[in-house]
């Protein structure tokens, strides 16, 4: 790994190298999705060369106006695994005013997978860009594109996996470019629900944490305002409303074709009766509501997401939110940050979902038909001055896409 920095020096190095939080409206972090680069796994599970472009290129529009495929412009179809592919990204995340990248961690007892781009991160010290991890502690199983749920890999637990998991998060979070809030290494756990023994899993990692010298972390538990679980009785510090939470959504939560989804979908503006259509706005209106109605409750950290579609992955079984935009988007994020305004500057974070979900619809890096606008409007709500210089999108006939269709 890289240089790691002791308790003594985390605290006086932590605004610096997130860039003086006091100054910022909000600490913005970004969802970061590495599967951007083959793995042998899904080489098996998928066809060899499989990445996450492989279903992005794929897509097909759905219906009259279906903003698909959604393709990238200036950093174009990258690999991770390429040290320059990752720069480019920080340099963009860094002039919009987003503090830095929470990249998914997949730990499947003791098996990680999608590692490569953090262990170069960790190994070389660069880019020189704030990060912290966020634990999908999910298996993995087959269902994106809408077949049987097959199970890849299970998700198990165990105390002897809980102490080595932290083990190895203490050397991560040692690497002083991790996120901290007051000196404490953030991290996020997306399922706390799901783990067996939650106090556990988190006393491990404090008790790594302090045998390596390293403050007491920031533990983050995900969960949403229906759930209304206080993550605290589980072990973890704050809060997190993860969006967007796609069950919340009439008629999300099954597959199939019928006349009250045609119904629905029609007054959105879509002829269909099997695809799952709904309004950003309404989306994301909602989500702000529930979250603004028990923001007294107990404490929390908002998320901003930027959109949904993830036909790419589910086809015509999918999810798409209609009418999204950057200027909607800035909005969806300036309500975000008016929930935090008032706490310390260390502690004014906002989630936003997501750096680069493209095969979900969720993404800030430039495409062909925004071009730069969804990290310009980053850079307005923040008020940051030396933001990305603006690209122009341009339009992209129907039906245009890469190779890569798989059966």
Not at 61 to 90: C, I, N, T, V
Not at 109 to 119: A, D, F, K, M, Q
Not at 234 to 256: C, K, N, Q, V
Request: glycine share 10%.
């Amino acid at each position: 790994m890289a240089e790691t920095v002791t308790t003594e020096t985390q605290a006086n190095g932590d605004e610096a190298r997130s860039g003086e939080p006091s100054d910022r409206v909000a600490r913005l972090l970004a969802f970061h999705l590495p599967q951007f680069h083959p793995i042998p796994e899904n080489d098996e599970w998928w066809g060899r060369g499989f990445t996450e472009w492989t279903n992005v290129a794929r897509a097909r529009p759905l219906y009259p106006g279906h903003e698909q495929p959604k393709l990238p412009s200036d950093l174009g179809f990258y690999d991770l695994r390429l040290p320059e592919a990752r720069a480019a990204q920080a340099e963009l995340a860094r002039a919009s005013g987003i503090e830095g990248f929470c990249y998914w961690h997949y730990w499947l007892h003791g098996r990680r997978l999608l590692e490569r781009p953090v262990n170069e991160i960790l190994a070389s010290g660069e880019p020189d860009f704030p990060f912290c991890l966020g634990w999908a502690n999910h298996s993995w199983v087959r269902r994106w594109l809408g077949g049987n749920r097959e199970t890849f890999v299970e998700q198990r637990y165990s105390a002897e996996d809980d102490q080595e998991h932290a083990r190895w998060l203490a050397e991560a979070f040692a690497d002083p470019r991790y996120v901290r809030v007051g000196g404490r290494p953030l991290f996020l756990v997306f399922h706390p629900q799901h783990l067996p023994d939650p106090r556990r899993t988190t006393g491990a990692i404090r008790e790594a944490c302090a045998r390596r010298g390293l403050p007491d972390p920031y533990l983050v538990g995900a969960g949403s305002p229906e759930i209304g679980m206080d993550m605290r009785s589980l072990g973890f510090d704050i809060t997190e409303f993860h969006e967007p939470h796609l069950l919340r959504l009439p008629m999300a939560s099954w597959d199939g074709s019928g006349k009250r989804r045609l119904l629905y979908n029609l007054k959105r503006g879509v002829p269909s009766a099997r695809l799952k259509v709904y309004r950003y706005r309404d989306a994301f209106e909602q989500a702000c509501a529930m979250a603004e109605a028990v923001a007294d409750d107990y404490p929390h950290l908002p998320c901003c997401f930027s959109g949904w579609d993830n036909t790419p992955r589910r086809g015509k079984d999918g999810i798409v939110m209609v009418g999204g935009s950057p200027e909607l988007f800035a909005e969806h994020l300036g309500r975000c940050i008016a929930r935090v305004a008032d706490r310390p500057a260390e502690e004014r974070i906002v989630f936003i979902n997501a750096w680069n979900e493209w095969a979900e619809g969720m993404y800030l890096e430039p495409d062909l038909r925004h071009g730069s606008a969804y990290l310009e409007a980053v850079a307005r709500v923040v008020g940051r001055p030396d933001s990305p210089r603006p690209t122009g999108g341009q339009a992209v006939p129907a039906g245009v896409a890469g190779s890569g269709e798989r059966s």
